[in-house]
């Protein structure tokens, strides 16, 4: 059972940046897409940017493109998200999130909730105007 643990939300001024941190108890072999969603109560998660195990293949949500960058560290079971230039629709918790088994060009792709094995427990991100 892996354990995926997030870091690095808090509270900043719009135009800002923060960087998101999220770390796995354990390596897993294999593909695996790992990414992160965020959530607005009354809303539902959205993935707003995905990475492959090679990190070839990328995605990112139309809303952050440009702004967000997915970054994930093999050796170190890592997984970063800096943001800058941050909205107040970025308010969000953000979550952290592992795939099970996929093909890596997967990744390019939304990801269905269906298809993540481990979700973190979710770190607060609040913008302020």
């Known amino acids: 059972q892996v354990q995926l643990m997030e870091s690095g939300g808090g509270s900043v001024q719009a135009g800002g940046s923060l960087t998101l941190s999220c770390a796995a108890s354990?390596?897993?072999?294999?593909?695996?897409?790992m990414a992160w969603f965020r959530q607005v109560p009354g809303k539902e998660r959205e993935e707003v940017a995905g990475?492959?195990?090679?990190?070839?293949?990328?995605y990112y949500a139309d809303s952050v493109r440009g702004r967000f960058f997915i970054s994930r560290d093999m050796r170190k079971n890592t997984l970063s998200l800096r943001m800058n230039d941050l909205k107040p629709e970025d308010t969000a918790m953000y979550y952290c999130?592992?795939?099970?088994?996929?093909?890596?060009?997967?990744?390019?792709?939304?990801?269905?909730?269906?298809?993540?094995?481990?979700w973190g427990q979710g770190t607060q991100v609040t913008v302020s105007s």
């Open positions: 999130a592992q795939s099970r088994t996929l093909v890596p060009r997967t990744c390019t792709q939304i990801l269905p909730e269906n298809n993540v094995a481990y």
């Open positions: 354990q390596a897993t072999n294999g593909n695996f897409c």
């Open positions: 990475v492959s195990s090679g990190t070839t293949f990328l």
